[in-house]
């Protein structure tokens, strides 16, 4: 069965600070990861990494895939408020039909 | 439409009772996912759509869940017989992509399920 854990559960920062959120899998014939904002309802795409797409990096966020250690990382920085959410990631696992594996998720809270 | 739109936003329902659900994906987006989101817990597979066909059904927790897709666009999820353990954030999603990938997926805002 596949399988995703995120680490830590949760964590609090100070704002201005930088934090890096862990994503493990066991998957069969792993082919993509995508990491998820999740601030009230609906999740939203930050980043997809795949084999030809290792890093990734968007303003103060930005993303690795380990494939070696089947992992990845998720860092910000110079974190706010605004950085506050939950944080999914997710792996695809192709088979009879394409669906995405999720953890259970980073509870991220970004204090003043 | 511009965005996954689901409906509705919330509904607390009697043990027993039958509840459905629905979710009106991205025009044009073939594939459609259901998922559910318990407190606390990750989102959990229940059912993949391609078309109006359901590929992998793995996830629906038992019988009284069912889900079907019309006209390649709009889904209902219907759970009969509800139980307290059926509360969640029952979360559905669309993508553009056809059979092989689903890559990013875009998510409605959820229905929120309360069972009493």
Redesign the interface.
Known sequence: EDK?V?SPLSLVVHEGDTVTLNCSYEVTNF??L?W?KQE??????LF?LTSSGIEKKSGRLSSILDKKELSSILNITATQTGDSAIY?C?V?A?G??????????TRLQVTL | GAGVSQSPSNKVTEKGKDVELRCDPISGHTALYWYRQSLGQGLEFLIYFQGNSAPDKSGLPSDRFSAERTGGSVSTLTIQRTQQEDSAVYLCASSPSGWGSPGELFFGEGSRLTVL
């Not at chain 1, 009879?96 to 998720?105: E, P, Q, R």
């Open positions: 995703v995120q082919r993509s995508l998820y009230k309802k609906a999740p939203t795409f997809m999914l997710a695809e192709p009879t039909a394409s669906k995405l594996t999720f953890g259970t998720g």
